[in-house]
């Protein structure tokens, strides 16, 4: 499975976009790109999927390369409610598929 | 309900003793995972279960860790002479699985473990 590396913490403030950015540099032909958010005390919850270029729903964006070798999440507009832990993960969607968790991204909202 | 469901939220036990946290997954859900997650770190995979057969097991840490899904639904994770390494948060998720799986897991709440 493709190993993945994005910052151990962010900080940002109310009201600003959020850019946090997954590097996947040996992300495999059947892979797609997951995100999921964890609040304290709760198991995580998925964000977004992606495969390449753009996918947007009511949360965030995903912004994907054409080389799939980092992909962004966005969050626009954060409220204090955003601060979690942000989880890339990477994997191929058959029946063996089982998610492997790094260590996430501590995005801390400031008022 | 209409999510996972693990029982029970909180356990507390002493060193040797032996344990059991339930998870009850979203109907209809095939698959289930059983992940464990120290403090300050995100999930550690233990075991995978499509319909009642453990499909991966290979995240068990020992063999102290045995999971169970017998009638394909409920599963139990057991764990014998406890340790107080093995202190952390249970988490339990179930996706649809099998050729329907998106990718998309279902948590639980976790069973917090203590072992004193």
């Known amino acids: 499975l493709a190993k993945t590396t994005q910052p151990i913490s962010m900080d940002s403030y109310e009201g600003q976009e959020v850019n946090i950015t997954c590097s996947h540099n040996n992300i495999a032909t059947n892979d797609y790109i997951t995100w999921y958010q964890q609040f304290p005390s709760q198991g995580p919850r998925f964000i977004i999927q992606g495969y390449k270029t753009k996918v947007t729903n009511e949360v965030a964006s995903l912004f994907i390369p054409a080389d799939r070798k980092s992909s962004t999440l966005s969050l626009p507009r954060v409220s204090l409610s955003d601060t979690a832990v942000y989880y890339c993960?990477?994997?191929?969607?058959?029946?063996?598929?089982?998610?492997?968790f790094g260590s996430g991204t501590r995005l801390l909202v400031r008022p | 309900g209409a999510g996972v469901s693990q029982t029970p939220s909180n356990k507390v036990t002493e060193k040797g003793k032996y344990v059991e946290l339930r998870c009850d997954p979203i109907?209809?859900?095939?698959?289930l995972y059983w992940y464990r997650q120290s403090l300050g770190q995100g999930p550690e995979f233990l075991i995978y279960?499509?319909?009642?057969?453990?499909?991966?097991d290979s995240g068990l840490p020992n063999d102290r860790f045995f999971a169970v899904r017998p009638e394909g639904s409920v599963s139990t994770l057991k764990i014998q002479r406890t340790e107080r390494g093995d202190s952390a948060v249970y988490l339990c998720?179930?996706?649809?699985?099998?050729?329907?799986?998106?990718?998309?897991?279902?948590f639980g709440e976790g069973s917090r473990l203590t072992v004193l």
């Open positions: 993960l990477v994997g191929p969607m058959d029946s063996s598929y089982k998610l492997i």
């Open positions: 998720a179930s996706s649809l699985g099998g050729n329907a799986n998106t990718g998309e897991l279902f």
């Open positions: 109907s209809g859900h095939t698959a």
């Open positions: 279960f499509q319909g009642t057969g453990a499909a991966d």
